[in-house]
């Protein structure tokens, strides 16, 4: 099963993304999640995409197909995937079709999470992360708080808040969603292949509505 998942920042994507990953075996590749690794570790690509992202701009469409390319053509995407944060505009939605296509490849699905702007806003704003062990919480969320506050509950390291989750990047994350990402969504309509989730509801609740869609 081939799965992309597209949504604004902070629908939860990832978080499902992990979950449907681990319980199916497939791979979970999260474009954000390779960038942010390229940039804590100083390599070419994160030199190159720091200063988009620490914006909430998009990074350059050929960087990011760079990428994916590689992933694919080594065979990095085993017998299932979960595309988590790519394709983000057309121009990488056309080249992955075709970089599916020359490995015979295909995708089942195109999942897209709904969530209103200013829920998403509050949302980001009570994100905190573990530089070390990179564990995501949310201090509004009960089930995703940290036991103690401001501290890791693995670690015990103090947490941050990431970046490109300061309010006024989230704001122009969302821009960028609505003027880049959104026109994907009329793209996989097209092919047919698009489910839209409801978003703003408990992650269990949206996991049973991914699964009732891919079983
Ligand atoms: P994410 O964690 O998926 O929200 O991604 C964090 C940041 O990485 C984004 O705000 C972009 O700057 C960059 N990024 C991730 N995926 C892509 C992509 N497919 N195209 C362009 N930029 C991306």
């Not at 709904?114 to 089930?143: L, S």
């Amino acid at each position: 099963m081939n799965l992309i998942f597209l949504g604004p920042p902070g629908s939860g994507k990832g978080t499902q993304a992990l979950k449907l990953s681990q319980q199916e075996s497939l791979i979970h590749l999260s474009t954000g999640d390779v960038l942010r690794e390229a940039v804590k570790n100083e390599t070419e690509l994160g030199k190159k995409a720091k200063e988009y992202m620490n914006a909430g701009n998009l990074v350059p469409d050929a960087l990011i197909v760079g990428l994916i390319q590689e992933k694919i053509k080594n065979g990095h995407l085993g017998n299932g995937f979960i595309l988590d944060g790519f394709p983000r505009t057309i121009p990488q939605a056309e080249a992955l079709k075709r970089m599916l296509e020359e490995q015979s490849l295909k995708l089942d699905f195109a999942i897209c999470f709904h969530v209103e702007d200013d829920k998403i806003v509050k949302r980001m704003a009570g994100r905190r992360f573990c530089p070390v062990c990179q564990t995501t919480y949310n201090i509004y969320v009960e089930d995703a708080k940290p036991k103690n506050d401001g501290k890791c509950d693995k670690d015990n390291e103090d947490l941050i808040i990431r970046s490109d989750d300061l309010e006024d990047v989230v704001r122009n994350r969302l821009v960028v969603y609505h003027k880049q990402t959104k026109p994907i969504v009329e793209f996989y309509r097209n092919e047919s292949i698009l489910v839209e989730i409801d978003a703003d509801r408990a992650p269990e609740e949206v996991f049973n509505s991914i699964l009732e869609t891919v079983k």
